[in-house]
């Protein structure tokens, strides 16, 4: 049985990781359970668990060692956390987050405690900085919301560097250039994917069209290392989403 | 109105669209003598007296159109790391609208299509004066430029701009090649060639030839039809053959008349073009 992970604790979070792993449960086909690691005498999320109608878990030990030893059976798909405390930002990922999206070579959504959890999906947003490698790691994904009838709104961030060359005849020319990028970066482009376009900082438009266009979730391809100078519009991103990030490893 | 720029619209009195106005009403009153009266004529040549085209004597620059001296200072340098951009894109369109910042040619097309109708001497000021504000967003720019460049004998620019006209679809450079081939970006390219380059103008019923090449390439060869005369023409560093099929009238560089005729002649280049002096 092909399964979403819910990784919860008792805490206020745990409903909106709950309802992002049903929802998430829908796109990847799959049932959503959840697990929780008592580390001490702490409550049990079973009640939110069960009014969820999501069957729930319990272990006992090292939090992220359990998240990641469930996280790699076989049966599941994505996995869901909250992200709970951040380091830059007015959320940061807590330590937690941090090791099992680092560690765990699936797709993980990482949920804000604020979040504006989604029950359903209806629509999603997916940058792209325009690479081969971040199209080709979330082209399962993107197929996923194309077979559910998701709206996907692709969001493509221009740096000074990247602004087209020309723009010879209008509405030819913007229509030429958003259909190849298009083409190019979606691998299946169809009726429901639409590109936005923004001259700026990529997290500052990430998270304010998701704000402005109420997608339900933010799905980014990244390379699971956060050195310095790496994934920063994922860290930042993170940060201050106000939806569900769902992360996609590129390898 | 709007120039060849489209960046700034609607604009008043733009120089390229007042000197081509005028331009076609003196062509229209030569050509129309007999069928119009005097009177019509006369007028369309008052007319076309009247028409300004913001020439400045003191610098050498025309003004793109009124009030485009008054706007924002600004070169693509100041905001761009490359050419060509969408500098509308870039900066944004009320940014724009309000910079010196242009999309392509459009005093220049005066120089590049109308060089008779300019004050003389002007091509090095306008050139000076628009090339660094000129973002080359469309792809009939640089071409235009490559031209340009060549007939002020800055080679050097010349050719590395005609290079990235010819590299447009080569190179996918707008990222929308898929989207259709930039076929008049590349007329640019031989017009570049032709009438930049090779120095090709039409001067009555004769071909002035005046070319200027880079001393790097070996050989420049054209052929053309002039006046129903299959022209060839072959350059090479320092000479120039010529050859007419039927025979034609030319100015040979030195800007002696000349009859070419199949067996052609052959002239001597100096280093710096006519155009150039």
């Known amino acids: ?251 | 109105m709007i120039g060849p720029d489209e960046y700034h619209a609607p604009v008043d009195d733009n120089a390229f669209t007042n000197v081509m106005a005028r331009w076609n009403l003196r062509r229209a009153a030569e050509a129309a003598a007999e069928a119009v009266g005097e009177a019509e004529r006369r007028r369309w040549l008052d007319l076309a007296d009247t028409i300004v085209d913001g020439y400045d004597p003191r610098t050498g620059v025309y003004e793109q159109f009124v009030g485009f001296h008054r706007l924002e200072p600004l070169v693509i340098a100041d905001v761009a790391a490359q050419r060509p951009v969408a500098a509308d894109t870039l900066l944004g369109h009320e940014r724009t609208r309000r910079a010196q910042v242009i999309k392509q040619a459009d005093v220049l097309m005066l120089h590049y299509l109308l060089p008779d109708e300019v004050a003389p001497g002007s091509l090095g000021p306008n050139l000076e004066f628009y090339e660094p504000r000129t973002a080359h967003g469309s792809t009939l720019s640089p071409g235009v430029y490559a031209a340009l460049l060549a007939r002020a004998g800055r080679l050097e620019e010349a050719v590395e701009t005609l290079r990235v006209t010819a590299r447009i679809d080569l190179d996918d450079v707008g990222h929308m090649t898929a989207g259709g081939l930039h076929i008049a970006a590349m007329g640019s390219v031989w017009r570049a060639l032709a009438f930049g380059f090779a120095g090709l103008r039409p001067v009555g019923d004769a071909l002035a030839l005046d070319p200027v090449i880079p001393s790097a390439w070996e050989t420049l060869e054209l052929r053309v039809r002039f006046r129903s005369s299959r022209v060839r023409i072959q350059i090479h560093p320092g000479v120039i053959h010529a050859s007419a099929d039927p025979p034609l009238q030319a100015l040979s560089p030195a800007g002696q008349r000349v009859e070419l005729d199949e067996a052609g002649q052959t002239f001597a280049l100096s280093r710096i073009s006519r155009s150039n002096q």
């Not at chain 1, 990922?93 to 959890?117: D, F, M, N, S, Y």
């Not at chain 1, 429901?192 to 990430?206: E, F, H, N, Q, Y």
Request: charged share 20%.
């Open chain 1, 1 to 251: 049985m092909t399964t979403v992970l819910a990784a919860i604790e008792a805490d206020a979070c745990a409903q909106s990781v709950l309802s992002t792993s049903l929802a998430m449960a829908e796109l990847f086909e799959a049932s959503a359970v959840a697990l929780h690691v008592r580390e001490d005498a702490t409550a049990s999320p079973r009640a939110v668990a069960a009014a969820a109608g999501i069957e729930l878990g319990e272990t006992t030990g090292d939090a992220i060692e359990q998240i990641i030893a469930a996280a790699r059976d076989a049966d599941v798909a994505a996995l869901a956390l909250g992200a709970r405390g951040l380091h830059g930002g007015p959320q940061p990922a807590g330590h937690t987050a941090l090791e099992v999206i680092t560690q765990v070579a699936k797709p993980v959504a990482v949920v804000p405690p604020q979040a504006r959890a989604p029950e359903h999906l209806a629509r999603i947003l997916v940058p792209l900085e325009g690479s081969s490698e971040s199209s080709h790691a979330l082209e399962e994904t993107v197929q996923l919301a194309h077979r559910h009838q998701l709206e996907i709104l692709v969001l493509h961030v221009h740096s000074p560097a990247t602004v087209p060359a020309f723009s010879d005849h209008e509405p030819h020319a913007t229509a030429a250039w958003e259909q190849e990028f298009l083409t190019r970066y979606i691998a299946t482009p169809h009726e429901r994917v639409s590109l936005v376009r923004r001259l700026g900082v990529p997290a500052d438009d990430i998270v304010s069209v998701a704000n402005e266009t109420t997608a339900e979730l933010i799905v980014l391809a990244w390379g699971q290392s956060l050195g310095p100078g790496r994934a920063r519009v994922v860290s930042e991103t993170l940060a201050r989403s106000q939806v569900p990030v769902l992360l996609i490893p590129t390898r």
